[in-house]
């Protein structure tokens, strides 16, 4: 299961980015689903940990040391590659501005889902300051069911519910918006879901069922458009997802326990930070340049996944692994 990311993460590099995934049949965003889901779904044996009194303090910042270093060098380059953009182009890229605060609050975790104006540093990684707003509730509604003897199963289930209103009903208020419900209906299902399989003994035919059911799903998808209307995010994630997992745990995890795909799963958080600065990277260069290159073919798209991986591989080793090492050596009070 730790080497779904990498799956996921390939997916998601594989089609994000304005090279030629856009406007296809199929929303690729929607991946970020799936890393909520897992997120939750990773996070479910901190219930008993924090149930026993695991300080606050602690459990933050041993997720903030995790995220920050890179979130803050990714953001640092994607501001040097704005204001490249800006000179090559003469005009700003999405109306984004370099912005020193937004810097910080994207190297923080909060520019995304708190109560604060998104600055769009990096982009894509407005999923961290969520799933960062997602361990803060996680970790005080564990706190608040034990004081209160309530079974906190239930306050997940009113998380989810609340994700979904806030994504029907359009609100646009700090904590509750269009970046914050996501995170709440799939990190807390992710939660839920991680119990599940903890409780029920998976057989050999519903592991063949739901590897079938991404496969329907997918055609469907591709060869019918009327899937995409409203909707289609809640079928990804309490259908598509939980079968796509529960396959590759219990129908090919001894493929996925395989040590390559294990290093892999350790890259692909560095893919996802970078495939978005690559991609402005490769854009600026392709004009500047006057690189022949057509961004529309499929072709295209295969150098690019190539390139996030490349990327993402030597960010893995030249920064956050020396980066975890050190952080684990010098703060031993949170590893």
């Known amino acids: 299961m730790n080497n779904v990311p990498s799956l996921s993460t390939g997916y998601k590099s594989f089609f994000e980015g304005k090279i030629n995934f856009f406007n ?38 041993k997720r903030l040391v995790r995220f920050f270093p890179l979130l803050f060098i990714s953001a640092a380059c994607y501001e040097v590659i704005l204001n490249w953009f800006e000179q090559v182009f003469l005009y700003k890229w999405s109306d984004i501005s370099i912005s020193l605060w937004g810097l910080i609050i994207t190297s923080l975790g909060i520019q995304a889902g708190w109560s604060l104006d998104n600055p769009v540093i990096n982009n894509p990684t407005w999923y961290i300051s969520v799933l960062m707003l997602c361990y803060v509730i996680f ?74 059911v991404p496969i329907i799903l997918t055609l469907l998808i591709v060869y019918t458009e009327c899937l995409m209307v409203k ?19 219990y129908g090919i995890g001894n493929i996925l326990n395989h040590p390559f795909i294990g290093l892999m799963g350790k890259i692909s958080f560095d893919v996802f930070i970078w495939h978005h600065p690559v991609n402005m990277f ?33 960010s893995y080793i030249c920064i956050d692994k020396p980066i975890a090492g050190l952080i684990k050596r010098k703060f031993k009070y949170i590893s």
């Not at 199929?26 to 149930?51: H, N, Q």
């Not at 909707?231 to 745990?249: E, N, Q, R, S, W």
């Not at 340049?289 to 991986?309: D, G, K, Q, V």
Request: aromatic share 24%.
């Open 24 to 61: 296809g049949k199929f929303y690729f965003g929607l991946v970020v689903e799936l890393f909520f889901i897992l997120s939750g779904y990773f996070m479910y044996d901190y219930i008993k940990k924090i149930e026993e009194g695991y300080p606050f303090p602690k459990f933050y910042v």
């Open 139 to 212: 970790y005080f509604l564990i706190y608040i069911a034990k004081r209160l003897n309530l079974k906190v199963e239930y306050l997940f289930i009113v998380m989810i519910f609340i994700g979904m209103g806030i994504r029907d009903f359009g609100l646009n208020l700090p904590f509750l918006n269009a970046s914050s419900c996501r995170g709440y209906y799939a990190f807390f299902f992710g939660v839920l879901f991680a119990e599940f399989l903890r409780k029920h003994k998976i057989t050999k035919k519903e592991t063949l069922i739901c590897g079938l």
């Open 231 to 249: 909707g289609i995010d809640y079928v990804m994630t309490f259908v598509y997802y939980p079968a796509l997992i529960i396959f590759c745990k």
């Open 282 to 314: 490769m854009i600026i260069a392709i004009y500047r340049f006057n690189i022949p290159c057509n961004i529309y073919r499929f072709r295209t798209m295969l150098i690019y996944a190539l390139i996030c991986w490349v990327v993402g591989t030597i």
